[in-house]
Structures are given as C-alpha cells and as structure tokens.
C-alpha cells in the first residue's frame, strides 16, 4: 500500500471512529415549561385598535426552555415564550439571574418570541399604540416582572433536571406563509423552511422537539381579543399530543414581511397549526441526522444607525391630531431632553453551531425574510435556521431592498415602536458585516 493510500484508509478510520461516537450520547438535556398566561382582565399588545383588556383565554400560553449541555463551556439554554416580544430589560434580568446562579455565557442564552399578537402587553414595548394611566403601566410591569421570574424559575428546573440525550435534526416545509408586502411592492420572498431539532432520552422517546417557521403568528385579527399562542402556540400542542411526554418548542424565523394565508379565524388557527404540526410530524417519522457536541455559541452586539431627524420635526408632530404621531413626538422629545443617544441603535446578533450538523442563526427584532434567504445562499454548507424575534423584539428590521421601497416594515412602523424613523441606508451591510463575523467565530464557512 502506498503512503498516501495509507492516509486515506487512516482517515477512513478516523471518519468512522468520529460517526460511531456521534452515535454515543455526549450531550446532556433539560427540558422545562410553565404557564405565563396573566390574570385576566388583562391587556394584549400587537394591534393598536384593541379599546379593552382580554378577559378570556382561548389558548394558555407558555414559556418552554430546553438546555442542551456537553460541559459549562459548550452549552446552549433555548427559551420559547408564547408573548409578542420582549424588552431588552426583561432579557438582561434573566440573564443576569441565570449569569449569577450557573455562570453561563451571554451567548448561552438564545430567548425566542413568538409573536403572537394575542398575548400580554410587555411594559415597555409597544406601548406608543396605548395610553395607559400609571395604575395600568404598573400592572404591566409587574406582569413583565413576573415572566422574567418565571423564565428564570423555569430554566433552573430544566437545569436540575439533565439527563443524558440523543439529537437529531431534519427538515420540513409549509406553505401557509405569503409576503404579506406583495400587493404593493410585488416579488416579495417567502421561506417554507420548518427546521427540526428531535431530543431523545436514551431509552428512545421524543422529550424535546424544537422547530421553525418565518410567519407572522397572526391568523387571529385585531378583532380578536382572547388569550392565544396563534398558529405557533396550538402547534405546540398538536406535536406534544402525538408525542406524550415532549415538550414542543416553537422558534420563529424572519417573518417580518411574512403573514399568514388566509387569516381572521380561529378555524384557521386550526388550520395552518394543523399543517405546521404535521410538517414537523411527518420530519420525526423520518430518518433524521444526528447533531453533535460540541456546542459552540458567540453573541455580538452591533450598532445600528437611523437616518438623522430634526427635532424640529417632532415638534410639529406633538401638534398632531395622529395620536401614534403624538405619542412617538413625547417619546423623542423626551429623549431629546434628556440627552438620551436616539440616533443609535444595540442589536444582538447570536450564533449557536452544534458540530457541523445545525446552525441557528439568531437575530432579533422583526427581521425580514430577505436576511433568512441571502444567510442560507451564503453559507449553503450549514444546516441553517435563520431565526428573527430572538432576544429583544423592539422594532423591523428591513433589507436594503424593503428599506428603499418603505412602506410598513420599510420604516412606517418606527412610529408605533417609539423609534425616530427609518434605518440608514448601511442597516444590511452592518448587519451582514456582525453575521459573518460570529458565523466565522462559531466555525461556518462561507460559500
Ligand atoms: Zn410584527
């Protein structure tokens, strides 16, 4: 045998020796829930028209933490919370709390929202679409106060909780998501994708399914006003019935052009969480890829920049009779008073690669589906999910392509977020410039 047939029968060793210990289960799991539903009456968040607090549940809706562990240093704790979206408070208390108590990196911690416009207000998202007295803030914060314990509370039961576990991933597909831009702005994309992390216990049965799909969890309009997970929360279920003693996780992706079709009933929240739950159903029927250790995670913060406003243009906006205007005007000005950088905005990029077998990608805000295309073009050899709505949830997040059309995502909706107005034209590149960079750090090639 020649020297290089030698190396090459050698690496054949080595590759098998590698598959047979991906088979051995190397890494640990912790899997965790509980019931953030608030007491009612209570106010939701997502559609400024709403003129009075839920007072029924139509769906209980949930916080659901799995932890995937091989030691301290190569561990990831996955939070799926059942709310619009979180504050960048909310994030840093749970992580503060969770820092302190098992001493985990920032990047460790990738917390999900699943948009659903029909759970609790978070104080202080959103909050230029009302105008609550202080009784009513007071009762909000204290609810936000009560889901970061929750969280917390729930992460250390799936902490204590590790026992030694097998994941797979596969990959299925949808089709209830359109861009919900199209009509004005046609050739909008769309991603079908519906990403599948299986986590089994070593005697073999399903304890975790966590899984993806870019779509607004909108089927229920603003006339509803009960408490539901949407399509994304009666998914959940679904799976967690034809699967007994699994937790479902739900992750949403960069659906912030994307809407549910049709939409406006719960018969329809039936429908597509039907079809989201049998996609992933039909992927934990089939032979699925193994995901290994190790657990490599990185998190960077990127400063983004809005295109220069004068002050003289709230000014005139505080005069109004466009409430939303009005309110956005107090906000600014208020900023502007106080010498508060309104210019600038933090935004979390996060990264979490387990070995070569699946990548999460996680941004935060409402990102547009462009990002999940162009990322899963760039880097075709990952086994890429690109989630949105990860961390805090504080604004859209546009392309170059949907800032430069404008419209509502384009930067229409800064106003009922309490941001001065549109991206800079660079959003894109600063973006893309942060992802590559903890996408190089996490071991993903490019092209
Ligand atoms: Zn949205």
């Not at 009612?40 to 139509?58: D, H, N």
């Not at 503060?96 to 917390?111: D, E, K, V, W, Y």
């Not at 609810?143 to 509370?153: A, E, K, M």
Request: charged share 20%; proline share 4%; hydrophobic share 40%.
């Amino acid at each position: 045998m020649r020297i290089h047939q030698w190396i090459l029968a050698f690496g054949l060793l080595l590759n098998l020796a590698s598959a047979h210990a991906g088979d051995s289960p190397s890494l640990k799991a912790g899997v965790a829930r509980v019931n953030i539903t608030p007491d009612l009456p209570f106010w939701l968040t997502g559609y400024a028209s709403r003129t009075a607090p839920a007072k029924e549940v139509l769906h209980s809706i949930w916080a659901k933490v799995l932890v995937l562990e091989q030691s301290k240093d190569n561990r990831i704790i996955f939070v799926a919370v059942d709310v619009l979206g979180l504050s960048k408070e909310i994030v840093e208390d749970v992580f503060t709390a969770l820092h302190a108590q098992f001493g985990i990196q920032r990047s460790q911690l990738l917390i999900n929202s699943s948009h659903t416009h029909a759970g609790p207000m978070i104080w202080p998202c959103l909050n230029v679409i009302y105008d609550f007295d202080e009784a009513e803030q007071a009762r909000i914060a204290t609810y936000t106060q009560r889901l970061s314990r929750q969280i917390v509370g729930a992460v250390e039961e799936a902490m204590r909780g590790l026992f030694p576990a097998k994941v797979f991933t596969g990959k299925g597909s949808a089709g209830f998501a359109i861009n919900r831009r199209d009509a004005l702005f046609p050739k909008g994309a769309v991603d079908h994708d519906v990403p599948v992390l299986k986590v089994e216990s070593e005697d073999h049965s399903i304890k975790a399914v966590l899984f993806g799909y870019a779509c607004h969890n909108t089927t229920l309009v603003d006339k509803n006003n009960l408490i539901s997970g949407d399509y994304a929360g009666v998914a959940q279920t679904k799976i967690e019935a034809a699967h007994p003693g699994a937790t479902a996780l739900f992750l949403m992706g960069c659906a912030g052009d994307q809407n549910p079709y049709p939409r406006g009933t719960s018969a329809l929240v039936e429908q597509h969480s039907t079809e989201l739950a049998n996609a992933v159903g039909k992927v934990l029927m089939e032979a699925m890829n193994p995901v290994r250790a190790p657990i490599r995670t990185e998190f960077q913060v990127v400063s983004l920049s809005f295109r220069p406003v004068d002050r003289s243009v709230f000014q005139q906006d505080i005069l109004s009779s466009n409430k939303f205007l009005q309110r956005r005007a107090r906000l600014m000005l208020e900023a502007y008073n106080k010498g508060w950088n309104t210019s600038q905005f933090s935004y979390p990029i996060q990264a979490v690669r387990f070995n070569n077998d699946f990548t999460i990608l996680g941004l935060s805000d409402e990102v547009v589906v462009d990002y999940s295309i162009l990322y899963k073009k760039t880097y075709p050899r990952e086994n890429l999910f690109v989630a949105g709505y990860c961390n805090d949830v504080q604004l859209y997040v546009p392309s170059k392509k949907v800032l430069d059309e404008g419209g509502y995502e384009g930067g229409e909706s800064m106003i009922y977020y309490g941001h001065p107005g549109p991206f800079a034209d660079d959003v894109e590149d600063r973006i893309t410039n942060a992802v590559h960079k903890v996408m190089r750090r996490v071991g993903a090639k490019k092209y």
